[in-house]
Structures are given as C-alpha cells and as structure tokens.
C-alpha cells in the first residue's frame, strides 16, 4: 500500500519543520508552504492526500484558502492543526470542508492518529476538546451570521485600513463600508472598533 501524501501548511518555520521529521516515518511530506496563497497553489499543483493547515496564516487565512482548495475540486482530506480551540472556529473548520481538527499542543500524540482516520473517511476532533454537535456540520457561531461582504470589510479593518481603504478596496462606496462595519458591531453586540478587530484575531481572519 502506497504512503499518503502530505502537504503542511504553518508560517511557523520551526513547529513546521518539527512536524514534518514527526511525520516522515509514517508518511511522505510533498511540500511545506508558509502562507494560505502559496498553500493553495501547492494543493492543486500536487494533489496530496491530507492537507495540515493552520487558521492564522499571512496572505490568505486557512479557512479562506481550504474553501479555495474545496471549491477547485480537490478532493484532499483537510486536518486545522491549530492553536485555537474556540467552538465557533471548529464548527467553521468542518463548514468550510474539515475532516480533521487538532491542537498544536496535542500534535504529538494525536497527529498520526487524525491523518490515518481521515484518509479513509473518518471524522478526527482533538481529544482536548469534547465532541460536541459542531462535528455534524450544522453552522453556528457568530461568524455565520455575517455575509460574505462583511467578512472581506472585517478582514480589512482588522489590518489597520481605514473606512475609505476599505471601500476603495472592494469598489463600493464609503458609506456602504461605514454601513457593513456598524451592522456587523450591532448583530456581534461590540461597541468599538478595538472590538471588532479583537473578534477578527479570535477568527484567525488575520495572523498575529
């Protein structure tokens, strides 16, 4: 039987190269990218297995290159191997195309488990966090309450844009930018733009 094929994607230099020798004996890593842009050439360029992927990525975010990866109909099985173990941004995992969610600090003694149940069809969730009903794929959270436009006004705002930045951005005008931030604030109940850019860290929208 032939060895799965792995693609790492984690802008982390040193985990991702501790993860890769981790990996080695049991599998073969094809590539190791450090951004979602670069994440998803290497998906369609070499067609791996599973795919290990983080949330907060520099260029595109794991969960905006997975839907990319998804959408092009890759058919690699996708494991986050995250920091992050919010409710929300698991039940965004498995909506965006997850089979798989790890922690980073449970990596060790979970990984090769996750990556072997998931190439034949099985759901992984970390052992550190108890399954709960996110896995069935049912959306939930305050992500998932926000359209598609307000995600790209809140990305933006989170990496320090201004409201005419915005707006310029996405070809609309400033008072619909300035509409789509205050709409967004009212429906996730913040007050301040601190908040807001604070929700969208949480979210792994941008990396730290």
């Known amino acids: 039987m032939s060895r799965l094929r792995i693609l790492l994607a984690d802008d982390h230099k040193m985990f991702a190269e501790g993860l890769e020798s981790l990996l080695r004996d049991e599998f073969d890593c094809v590539d190791r990218v450090e951004d979602g842009r670069a994440l998803v050439e290497a998906a369609l360029r070499l067609n791996p297995d599973v795919i290990l992927v983080d949330i907060s990525m520099p260029v595109l975010n794991g969960f905006d290159a997975v839907r990319e990866i998804k959408e092009s109909g890759s058919k690699a099985k996708i494991i986050f191997l995250t920091m992050h ?37 099985k759901t992984y969730i970390t052992s550190l966090i ?3 009903p996110w896995s069935s794929g049912k959306r939930s959270g305050h992500r998932m309450k926000l359209t598609p436009r307000q995600i790209e006004v809140l990305k933006l705002i989170a990496e320090g844009k201004t409201m005419k930045e915005v707006a310029s951005r996405l070809g609309i005008s400033n008072r619909t930018a300035e509409s789509h931030k205050y709409e967004m604030m009212s429906e996730l109940g913040l007050e301040t733009t601190a908040e807001l850019v604070h929700y969208a860290i949480k979210l792994g929208l941008i990396a730290l």
């Open 85 to 121: 173990g919010d409710k929300s941004l698991i039940a965004e995992a498995f909506s965006c195309g997850a089979s798989g969610y790890v922690l980073k600090q449970s990596a060790g003694e979970e990984l090769i488990t996750a990556i072997t149940d998931v190439s034949v069809g």
């Open 130 to 132: 108890s399954q709960e």
